[in-house]
């Protein structure tokens, strides 16, 4: 009777994890650069969505860069401690793994990265206390030129923090663009190439360039801890609401530049010094942009007349999307039951 017993219980649970599996989602890897290229990957019963309104909640993500071609699960905000990362004041963690500081100046733009199809720039705010020889910096906004497209979100202006204020405001191709609050709320470009979601319902959000990038973007501000630990004097009517940014790339060229985007050339050796507790990496005046929205840097490579024809290489992940009716428009992520 016991062995009965256990058999039964062995049964029910391959029966249970089966109809588990059977529910999650699929992501199809659609770009041809990436070496899972045409496989639908099924997502793990751990997390068998792509998307879940609990922002708290792990979500299905699958790398099609990787030779494995596995699902995992994933948190769908930025990881200031992984490669890809723009965080504080403004500390980098480049392609490469190696964490370096970019200081950059308080008002002006730098280039993040330039591609022949993808230009990225940063807009940095700050201030420099009394007897300070340099700003003390971080993120406000991103410039994004993509193929035709410009895209910018920035952090708004704020003396006091306030969680239950939006803090984002968003353009597309130079007029306004209003995302509606609320978890998982989206907005998609008129060709489908743009995607905006808003993780949570204010000041998270995602960006997706299809086949391009994913931009995963917080707004935080500066707070009084971080004030007290880094000496930052900073003034009572502004409290420097900037952004946690984690970028993915899935088509750069080998000749990628940009603050960030050089540390995922093949050949780039990162002149960040090793054992140091802040090594900061120049470069202000190859990088440095006239607005938010200009390739004219001396180091820029945007150009995408000719970006189309380049070279590219698949460099990290193919990000998980959307889920739902409208992901036949190309994004990646096919929904099976």
Not at 210 to 236: F, G, L, Q
Not at 250 to 256: A, G, I, Q
Request: proline residues 6%; aromatic residues 10%.
């Amino acid at each position: 009777m016991e062995i009965r017993s256990s058999s039964f219980f062995i049964i029910l649970i391959i029966f249970v994890s089966t109809v588990i599996q059977a529910k999650a989602d699929s992501v199809y890897c659609s770009n041809p650069a990436s070496r899972c290229y045409g496989k639908y990957i099924q997502c793990p019963y751990e997390c068998p969505s792509t998307s879940y309104e609990n922002r708290k909640a792990k979500v299905c993500h699958v790398n099609c860069d990787s030779p494995v071609c596995k699902s995992h699960c994933k948190y769908r905000k930025p990881n200031c401690n992984s490669p890809g990362s723009a965080c504080y004041d403004p500390r980098f963690i480049g392609g490469d793994g190696i964490v370096f500081y970019f200081h950059g100046k308080s008002n002006e733009h730098f280039s993040l990265v330039s591609d022949t199809s993808l230009q990225i720039n940063g807009r940095f705010i700050g201030h420099r206390p009394a007897g300070r020889t340099r700003d003390f910096t971080w993120i406000q906004a991103l410039g994004i030129l993509f193929n035709s497209h410009s895209i910018s979100l920035e952090a708004t202006k704020a003396a006091t923090w306030n969680s239950e204020v939006d803090h984002l405001k968003f353009s597309y191709n130079g007029e306004e663009l209003v995302v509606p609050e609320g978890a998982l709320s989206s907005w998609y470009s008129p060709e489908k190439e743009v995607k905006v979601e808003r993780v949570e319902n204010k000041n998270s959000v995602i960006v997706t360039l299809k086949d391009t990038a994913e931009i995963m973007v917080n707004v935080v501000p500066v707070t009084k801890e971080d004030d007290r630990v880094h000496h930052y004097k900073v003034p009572s009517d502004d409290c420097f609401a900037h952004l946690e940014v984690q970028f993915r790339f899935f088509s750069l060229s080998p000749n990628v530049d940009g603050v960030l985007g050089r540390t995922y050339r093949p050949d780039f050796e990162n002149p960040a010094k090793p054992g140091v507790a802040m090594p900061v990496v120049g470069g202000e005046d190859k990088y440095r942009t006239t607005s938010l929205l200009s390739p004219d840097c001396s180091t820029c490579l945007f150009s995408p007349e000719t970006g189309s024809n380049e070279e590219t290489t698949s460099q990290t992940e193919i990000l998980t999307l959307d889920c739902t009716r409208g992901a036949s428009a190309g994004y990646g992520i096919v929904c099976k039951k």
